[in-house]
């Protein structure tokens, strides 16, 4: 199983930001699709961006839409999510996440199997 461990959360005001990093254990990184997911204190995690393995496509979820991108550079088995225009909304523990299958591509939440322990975000208003 790949392991991965995200970084770069802390303390932000809103309106500020943030960029998460998720580096990966496993040169087969570069064969996954990835995807960033959030979890707020008392709410499901929720999907907010997913990744092909070559960055063809990607996708965001409308409530981070115009202020949110994913994207990776497989030489140094990375992914990464830019976070700006940050809002109190925004708080939670962001993991980063893939399909349980190398070279397949998906938007559902439940075909994404965690890598990291989370990275918490909090943005204060």
């Known amino acids: 199983q790949v392991h991965a461990v995200e970084s770069g959360g802390g303390l932000v005001q809103a309106g500020g930001s943030l960029r998460l990093s998720c580096v990966a254990s496993?040169?087969?990184?570069?064969?996954?699709?990835m995807g960033w997911f959030r979890q707020a204190p008392g709410k499901e995690r929720e999907l907010v961006a997913t990744?092909?393995?070559?960055?063809?496509?990607?996708y965001v979820a409308d409530s981070v839409k115009g202020r949110f991108t994913i994207f990776r550079q497989n030489a140094k088995n990375t992914l990464f999510l830019q976070m700006d225009s940050l809002k109190p909304d925004d708080t939670a523990v962001y993991y980063c996440?893939?399909?349980?299958?190398?070279?397949?591509?998906?938007?559902?939440?439940?075909?994404?199997?965690?890598w990291g322990q989370g990275t918490q975000v909090t943005v204060s208003s």
């Open positions: 990744i092909n393995w070559s960055s063809a496509t990607t």
């Open positions: 496993d040169r087969r990184f570069s064969s996954y699709a």
């Open positions: 996440a893939a399909p349980p299958s190398a070279y397949y591509y998906t938007t559902s939440p439940r075909e994404y199997e965690f």
